[in-house]
């Protein structure tokens, strides 16, 4: 098989058109370059070069592989330089999946720490269901993706988990709920249209639980199910519509004081927990490395975030 040395050598030679020039720019013995390049030349199975009184030139052949030769070379000093580029971070692609959620609360403080960087590599976001992420991650059409409540029993999978974050409900600033004395009850909750995002099987029946609970079961109101958190801030803005919510993904709206932070305590099953997801046995790139470190960072700290937005809803 050829190799890039035999070439390296070859391309010397034509260079210089004699050994002993080319096996001192080589730094190779005489010797040496010549058994390269008659390996070469056994593996090619036709000669390369002509030796003449005063110099050695190349044969029709030996033109043919100089050309190719310089080519290749080329190349692989080119990927060598990109290599080396890559492990710095100065380029590459990063091609990432996120939820709708994950992609307001965790996605983007993760790419914006990215951006902080002096680098030039590209990212490609694609927003979607847990489902169809997986689905783009099993094709190797995303490096990875971040989604909500990823089970982990498939094997080709390695699932990050990260810290599961409580859901609350909010409403606009000035609703009637925020000037109610006493505890809120379900029955009070119930009296407005309803936001959320598109519900689990677990957290429908702990619904019907609580409707059930309160003799509410023909209760009817309006319910906007959307997995798109700006379009239901919007939707709360606008109307007395309560809808759920994990902290961070309201957080600025909280702190601006367009919507208010409900005292109402929802089951652990309405909580969000989102994952890291990648292919199994899979080595990261550099780029994925540092943006899973992001992530994980960012995570760490998010838990002042969400309680300082309860906090402040409660005061």
């Known amino acids: 098989m050829l190799n890039l040395t035999q070439l390296r050598h070859a391309a010397a030679l034509g260079r210089e058109q004699n050994f002993a020039r080319a096996a001192a720019e ?13 390996s ?3 593996e090619l199975g036709v000669k390369l070069f002509d030796r003449q009184p005063r110099q050695t030139v190349p044969t029709a052949f030996g033109a043919l592989v100089l050309k190719h030769a310089d080519e290749m070379l080329r190349r692989a000093a080119q990927l060598k330089r990109d290599v080396d580029k890559m492990a710095a971070l100065e380029i590459g692609e990063l091609r990432v999946g996120s939820g709708p959620y994950p992609a307001r609360t965790i996605l983007g403080p993760a790419l914006a720490e ?3 960087k002096s680098s030039r590599f590209r990212v490609f976001v694609t927003v979607d269901s847990a489902d169809r992420l997986k689905d783009l991650l099993l094709k190797g059409e995303i490096d990875l993706f971040v989604g909500d409540h990823v089970a982990e029993d498939d094997r080709r999978l390695d699932v990050i988990r990260l810290k599961e974050r409580p859901t609350v409900l909010y409403c606009r600033s000035g609703h009637p709920l925020t000037r109610k004395e006493g505890t809120l009850r379900t029955a009070d909750i119930l009296r407005y249209p309803l936001g959320y ?3 689990r099987p677990d957290q429908q029946e702990a619904a019907r639980v609580l409707i059930q609970e309160e003799g509410m079961e023909s209760a009817r109101r309006t319910t906007v199910i959307a997995d798109d958190i700006a379009l239901l801030l919007s939707v709360v803005r606008s109307s007395d519509c309560v809808a759920f919510a994990t902290p961070d993904a309201i957080i600025d709206e909280v702190r601006q004081g367009h919507v208010a932070i409900l005292p109402y305590p929802l089951p652990t099953v309405f ?3 989102a994952s890291v997801v990648r292919l199994q046995d899979s080595t990261p790139s550099p780029l994925v490395r540092v943006f899973v470190t992001a992530i994980r960072q960012h995570d760490a700290s998010a838990f002042i975030l969400e309680h300082g937005a309860i906090f402040a809803a409660r005061r």
């Open 114 to 116: 990215l951006c902080a």
């Open 271 to 273: 909580g969000s927990m």
């Open 197 to 199: 995002p598109n519900p």
């Open 26 to 38: 080589l730094e190779l013995s005489q010797p040496a370059l010549t058994r390269s390049i008659q």
């Open 40 to 42: 070469l030349e056994r």
